[in-house]
């Protein structure tokens, strides 16, 4: 109880200097619980909506098993069930009413200014028939539902998005062509509606424009009598229709499909995010070592005096053990709290840009408070453990001594010889990383060479800080500052260890910014440099939603006068059964001859013209090389919905590209032969080619062309960079943006660590004022100081992460990504920006330290 009450009240003496530390463990414990209450909410928004939308029990056509390799039936319509079966279930035992649905998302909605109308976040844009199920989730607020096919309603959010309003006339684009409706309401979500854009047309005009015909459904949702069961009703259906011949799923088995199969993305983002929690958990760890550190340093005298009365070392360790428990859970607490305002900020951002989120969903599970107190409260006991270790082994003699002497000046021999290792161990794995022939084995080098090389600059960081920071000195202080400048010089080098430490916490997140600037600057100029040597065509026509283009606009641009050449590329999936008796699923890529102007491919053996003739094709050397194929054998090919044939290999392409890679090409003719028009897949993109000096007028007016049909673009190799650019920098700058909380409390170690160096250096401040240190002198001091060792964190850490960088590319080569690029730009802005970062930190203790009596400073102890 004595030890508990001695802590606590050195808790309250120097609150004011463990501030900082309580807002790095705050904001790294908001950071983690913001994203979790973030991603429960969108858990329970999505769950809500699925259980609302699916009905007691659902009917649909049996799910088509995927070809492997990824390459299932890419069909331009929803698969159906007969009327027949809606009939059956209606007589069905147990059912109250059966009704057929009309659901599709291959569609395109637009509106009058040939706008697409649908959500610009990734989701779905939805046409579906109105039915009374639709009436569990939607209510019409306003006009009333589509009676024929001139009237069409929409979703509420859509329409008040868009500036919809009854009477305007909206067009839909489908597989079939495009029609008009006039929009005759509004409904509204009963549930939240997380950003689908939800059209609805009568039965019969859902029918014929989205199936092709009536009499057919996608799905049957049923209606149990009261008193029956999901499970004894599904069991019913399935008696009644054959429980081989459809998919049935009661409503919990419904929305359980739903949510698994959006759940793997939001576990990805949930996980990323928390890595990047964890990031800045690790970087606060420094800033508590060093706080601790520091305050134990500064109390010397006072544990020494503690030891002389009769403490003894477990009961020094367990104090300072306890002021770290006490500002965990105070820091963890506040991160709380914080968190769940992070969560509801990051709610209204997806709001802006498209994606609702309902606050009154809000989801807080008492795992998420718990599991924040408790990961901030380990971290901090963690992070203080060597420090009351070190604060344990204080003699008693120490109370002689002045208070706030270094307990370690260098780095130890040990420190060294272990850094080095580790450092050595991680630059072996980083070398066998960019040697690896495979990129799995690769990736787990890479792994293993980044978290050692990392490791290892920490622990070698003291001993480094000596040279590095003479040499930055050299550079930028004793220029700027004169002997300013050198003291600022002596005061970073005065503690190796605490440098290091202050250092090392910027170096983590600017070591990963400057790695991946270098893998996405080096996939950009890879990109490009391919599109340079691969790419004939002048434009690539495709939807950027994923939809395939429709016969009616394949015909217009077949026709078009602006091009010379056109090429349709459809993807087609197959059976394949090869010489060495092995048979399995792949995609070939159907297209015209004209391809091989289109995209240009070398060869390994054999002729590529030769495989767009009768009853041939190609196939990519890795693929020759696992089945032992040659030049001139004869492949069995199963096409999926079509017949078999028996096709030439007449070609063997080279695996050097990333466009491409690995696919086996065959005419379109041969497609169509083996596979019946009705059962072909649809196009998937378009190559066109104009004549030379007749690009610009060609690009022009294939723009106008395709304005009624937003969902298409048109790229010419100009646009395809460009686009590739703004990808990659938006992923970037994505992932800068969460390693801010990072670098922000790597921020707070330099202003931490300059705040109780300044309070520790009292005295000696007092001294150095009292014989002619001007005030502004000393604010210079201590801003050149900090300057210094974040150039110092900003060295070690863009190093690293190039080499890093640099490893990353050699394991991209493998997939064609060949070009390293070093973004110099962007680095020397981000060592520049260190410096800045530096002046910044210093500010507040700066300010401090030129406000010091000069008497009272040279009296202190």
């Not at 901030?376 to 992070?383: E, I, P």
Request: net charge positive; glycine share 10%; proline share 3%.
């Amino acid at each position: 109880m004595t030890v508990f009450k001695a802590s606590l009240r050195n808790f309250f003496a120097h609150k004011g200097r463990m501030a900082l530390s309580a807002v790095a463990v705050l904001l790294s414990v908001a950071f983690v619980c913001g994203t979790l209450v973030f991603t429960d909410t969108m858990n329970t928004t999505f769950d809500r909506l699925f259980a609302a939308t699916s009905a007691d029990v659902t009917v649909g056509p049996k799910k088509e098993k995927e070809q492997a390799g990824g390459a299932g039936q890419s069909a331009a319509r929803p698969r159906t069930l007969p009327d027949s079966a809606l009939a059956k279930v209606r007589r069905t035992e147990g059912a109250e009413s059966a009704e057929g649905v009309v659901s599709s998302e291959q569609v395109t909605v637009v509106d009058g200014d040939d706008k697409n109308i649908g959500s610009t976040t990734g989701a779905p844009t939805i046409a579906a028939n109105w039915t009374s199920n639709a009436h569990r989730t939607m209510k019409v607020t306003s006009g009333h539902a589509p009676r024929d096919g001139s009237e069409v309603m929409v979703d509420a959010d859509t329409a008040k998005k868009r500036h919809i309003r009854i009477g305007d006339e909206l067009r839909t684009v489908v597989a079939t062509g495009d029609f008009s409706a006039r929009v005759s309401g509004i409904a509204t979500f009963q549930v939240t509606n997380p950003g689908a854009a939800i059209v609805y047309f009568d039965t019969a005009t859902a029918q014929r424009q989205l199936l092709g015909g009536t009499g057919s459904y996608t799905n049957i949702s049923v209606t149990a009598e009261q008193g029956v069961t999901d499970a004894l009703l599904k069991k019913n259906v399935a008696a009644s229709l054959g429980a081989e011949k459809y998919e049935y799923q009661t409503q919990k088995e419904a929305a359980d499909s739903q949510r698994e199969e959006i759940g793997s993305f939001l576990d990805v983002m949930k996980y990323a995010l928390l890595g990047f929690a964890g990031i800045a958990l690790l970087v606060g760890v420094f800033l508590i070592v060093n706080t601790f550190s520091m305050l134990v340093a500064q109390r010397t005298r006072e544990i020494g005096l503690m030891r002389a009365v009769g403490s003894s070392r477990r009961q020094v360790n367990r104090s300072v053990l306890i002021e770290a428990l006490l500002l965990g859970v105070v820091g963890s607490v506040l991160g709380v709290g914080a968190g769940v305002g992070l969560a509801v900020g990051l709610m209204k951002l997806m709001g802006a840009v498209g994606m609702n989120l309902s606050t009154s969903e809000l989801t807080l599970a008492w795992t998420t408070p718990v599991t924040g107190v408790a990961l901030g409260v380990l971290v901090t006991l963690l992070a203080a453990y060597l420090p009351a270790r070190r604060a344990g082994r204080v003699s008693p003699m120490a109370a002689l001594r002045d208070a706030g002497t270094p307990a370690d000046g260098r780095a130890g021999a040990v420190r060294t010889v272990l850094g080095v290792l580790l450092t050595g161990g991680g630059g072996a794995g980083l070398y066998a990383a960019t040697q690896a022939e495979k990129a799995a084995q690769g990736s787990m080098y890479l792994g293993a060479g980044v978290v050692l090389t990392l490791v290892g600059f920490i622990v070698v960081g003291p001993v480094l800080a000596g040279a590095l920071v003479r040499v930055l000195s050299v550079v930028t202080l004793r220029p700027f500052g004169g002997r300013v400048g050198r003291l600022a010089e002596r005061n970073a080098l005065r503690n190796p260890r605490r440098t290091g430490a202050t250092a090392a916490a910027l170096m983590i997140g600017l070591a990963l910014v400057a790695s991946l600037s270098v893998v996405g600057s080096s996939m950009v100029a890879s990109a490009t440099q391919e599109l340079d040597r691969s790419v004939g065509a002048d434009f690539i026509i495709q939807s950027g939603n994923g939809q395939p283009i429709t016969p009616a606009v394949e015909k217009k641009l077949k026709a078009s006068k602006s091009l010379e050449t056109v090429t349709s590329y459809k993807m087609v999936p197959a059976r394949i059964t090869t010489p060495d008796g092995k048979a399995g699923g792949e995609r070939l890529s159907a297209t015209d001859p004209s391809y091989m102007k289109d995209l240009r491919r070398e060869v390994k053996s054999g002729d590529l013209s030769a495989a767009y003739g009768r009853d041939a094709m190609s196939v990519g050397a890795a693929y020759a090389k696992e089945h032992g194929i040659r030049t001139g054998d004869e492949l069995k090919v199963a096409f999926a919905g079509g017949r078999t044939a028996k096709l030439t290999v007449a070609a063997v392409t080279k695996e050097e590209t990333s466009v491409d890679k690995g696919a086996m090409y065959t005419d379109l003719a041969t497609a169509r032969r083996y596979i019946p028009k009705a059962q072909l897949p649809p196009t998937v993109m378009m190559f066109g080619s104009a004549g030379d000096g007749r690009e610009d007028a060609a690009y022009s007016a294939l723009k106008k062309q395709l304005k009624p049909y937003p969902q298409y673009q048109v790229r010419d190799q100009a646009d395809f960079k460009e686009t590739l650019q703004k990808q990659v920098g938006q992923m970037l700058n994505m992932v800068y943006g969460l390693l801010a909380l990072a670098i922000v409390v790597a921020v707070l170690g330099v202003v931490n660590t300059l705040a109780l160096s300044v309070v520790e250096r009292t005295r000696e401040i007092g001294l150095m004022r009292a014989i002619g240190l001007a005030r502004r002198q000393l604010r210079r001091m201590i801003r050149l100081e900090s300057v210094v060792i974040a150039l110092f964190g900003a060295m070690l850490g863009l190093g690293l992460g190039m080499c890093w960088g640099a490893a990353a590319q050699k394991l991209l080569a493998l997939e064609g990504l060949n070009v390293l690029e070093i973004p110099w730009p962007t680095i020397g802005a981000v060592f520049a920006g260190s410096a800045l970062v530096g002046l910044v930190a210093a500010l507040v203790p700066a300010f401090r330290a030129g406000r010091m009596n000069v008497l009272a400073a040279i009296a202190t102890e």
